[in-house]
């Protein structure tokens, strides 16, 4: 087994969520929109973009995830709604369960944040469900997304952002 295997193998932590909130919601009124006669909830994509801050001073792991669905329509994309969240995890003796190599990196495992990120996805998608009240949008739902697929789409782009 090399290092980084065992390495993750033996990472044993506890954490918990201390903050989980909404920072922007935003909906447009289809109604006034040009294609509302050929609207389908099945033409609805989404964009989810994931920003990992990390406050080692506090041992804090925030991950904000931005979540905009469009209408598409051949090649045009419109905006109809979208969510911007953040939940903050604690991590306890942060610097000893990730150690540093220089002040500003951290080396932090996919299975972790895979597993934040989940939380943080699943959180989003309840936010969704209450914020959706709008007739067309009520129904259109955040899937189910496997949260290693995000962070190794995003390892490949180094935005961390993908379009399904």
Same mark, same amino acid.
């Given at each position: 087994?090399? *290092?980084? !295997?065992?390495? #993750? ?13 909404? +920072? ?32 080692? &001073?506090?041992?804090?792991?925030? #991950? %904000?995830?931005?979540? /905009?669905?469009?209408?598409? &329509? ?17 991590? !306890? ?7 540093? /190599?220089?002040? /500003?990196?951290? %080396? ?12 943080? +996805? @699943? ?11 709008? *007739?067309?949008?009520?129904?259109? #739902?955040?899937? #189910? +997304?496997?949260?290693?697929?995000? +962070? ?5 782009? !180094?935005?961390?952002? @993908?379009?399904?």
């Amino acid at each position: 087994m090399n *290092k980084e !295997k065992q390495e #993750l193998k033996e990472l044993n932590f506890k954490y918990r969520l201390i903050e989980a909130k909404r +920072i922007n919601y935003f909906e447009k009124d289809i109604d006034e929109s040009i294609f509302r006669s050929k609207f389908n909830k099945r033409s609805v994509a989404f964009k989810l973009n994931l920003q990992l801050k990390i406050d080692d &001073s506090y041992g804090t792991i925030e #991950l %904000i995830l931005e979540v /905009k669905f469009y209408y598409k &329509s051949n090649n045009h994309r419109e905006e109809l709604f979208g969510i911007r969240t953040s939940h903050k995890f604690k991590i !306890k003796n942060f610097k000893e369960v990730f150690p540093s /190599k220089n002040k /500003k990196k951290y %080396i932090i495992p996919d299975k972790v944040t895979a597993t934040f990120l989940g939380i943080a +996805i @699943s959180g989003t998608r309840g936010m969704l469900v209450i914020l959706n009240t709008n *007739k067309y949008y009520k129904d259109i #739902l955040l899937p #189910l +997304i496997n949260p290693l697929d995000i +962070i190794k789409k995003g390892e490949k782009s !180094k935005s961390k952002s @993908s379009i399904l």
